[in-house]
């Protein structure tokens, strides 16, 4: 189903209906001067945000941040990794304790998002964001997962 909305200056929106989720809209398009623009992008399902810190992290140790495991029957669709903290520090994404991407921190920017965005993560699978510093003091980190569940 498309559900074309008009405007005077010859801007047309549709939004077409999502084929995994009946009655929500999964993409628009906008049409000027009769050329076609996708211009929004957002896949039908449950929003999904996963957010939790963590203190006194040990030089030496890698420690799980955040974690989320895949409902079964379900589909994850990442669109957005970030992890930030008060130390120098490498932050690894696995998923099912597969490395999937490392990201670190340096001086003047303690903060990082990851580039897995769209990746579908499967029924059961856990996807963690983990930690390690080589600093002699302690250091306090968060990290997000985000997404949408279908």
């Not at 974690?67 to 957005?80: A, D, E, H, K, L």
């Not at 998923?95 to 029924?123: A, M, S």
């Not at 002699?136 to 990290?143: I, K, L, Q, V």
Request: hydrophobic share 35%; glycine share 6%.
């Amino acid at each position: 189903m498309v559900q074309p909305c008009a405007s005077p200056d010859r801007t047309m929106s549709s939004w077409v209906e999502s084929p995994a989720n009946p009655g929500t809209s999964a993409r628009q398009v906008v049409v000027v001067n009769d050329q076609a623009i996708p211009v929004f992008f957002d896949e039908a399902g449950t929003p999904v945000n996963v957010f939790n810190s963590i203190s006194s992290v040990t030089s030496a140790s890698e420690v799980v941040i955040a974690s989320y495991t895949v409902p079964t029957g379900s589909t994850f669709t990442i669109r957005q990794l970030g992890a930030s903290g008060t130390n120098n520090s490498k932050y690894t994404v696995y998923i099912d304790d597969i490395e999937q991407q490392v990201k670190r921190t340096w001086w003047g920017d303690f903060n990082t998002d990851f580039n897995l965005n769209g990746l579908k993560v499967l029924e059961s699978q856990v996807i963690q964001i983990r930690i390690k510093h080589d600093k002699p003091m302690t250091s306090d980190h968060e990290a997000h997962i985000m997404g949408n569940l279908i």
